[in-house]
Nanobody, 127 residues
Framework: QVQLVESGGGLAQPGDSLRLSCAASGHTLMLRVMGWFRQAPGKEREFVAAIKWNDDSTYYGDSAKGRFTISRDNAKNTGYLQMNRLKPEDAAVYYC????????????????????WGQGTQVTVSS
């Protein structure tokens, strides 16, 4: 099992930047993909970005392209989501998630591809 803890959320103004962190513990040698999802009140959980743990592949949802950057530090078992030029519509609870080598085969952009989830960190964007 892999445990995940997000941090870095908070209040931002439109145009600001935030960096979210996701610290993994437990069976970290099993990490395959780390992803970020977000969920605003009354809306479905939305794919934001994902990165493979052992190669350079990254994936971005349409809302993140050109503004957000996903990265990782394998030695620290930590992933990051750099969010730039924040918009009010970016406000949501952001969840870190992990695919492991125990996860069922699936598209890395889908919620059901991930078998470990963090508790979420709130991002608020307001003038």
């Amino acid at each position: 099992q892999v445990q995940l803890v997000e941090s870095g959320g908070g209040l931002a103004q439109p145009g600001d930047s935030l960096r979210l962190s996701c610290a993994a513990s437990g069976h970290t040698l099993m990490l395959r993909v780390m992803g970020w999802f977000r969920q605003a009140p009354g809306k479905e959980r939305e794919f934001v970005a994902a990165i493979k743990w052992n190669d350079d592949s990254t994936y971005y949802g349409d809302s993140a392209k050109g503004r957000f950057t996903i990265s990782r530090d394998n030695a620290k078992n930590t992933g990051y989501l750099q969010m730039n030029r924040l918009k009010p519509e970016d406000a949501a609870v952001y969840y870190c998630a992990a695919r492991t080598y125990y996860s069922v085969p699936s598209d890395d952009t889908r919620v059901n591809a991930y078998d470990s989830w963090g508790q979420g960190t709130q991002v608020t964007v307001s003038s």
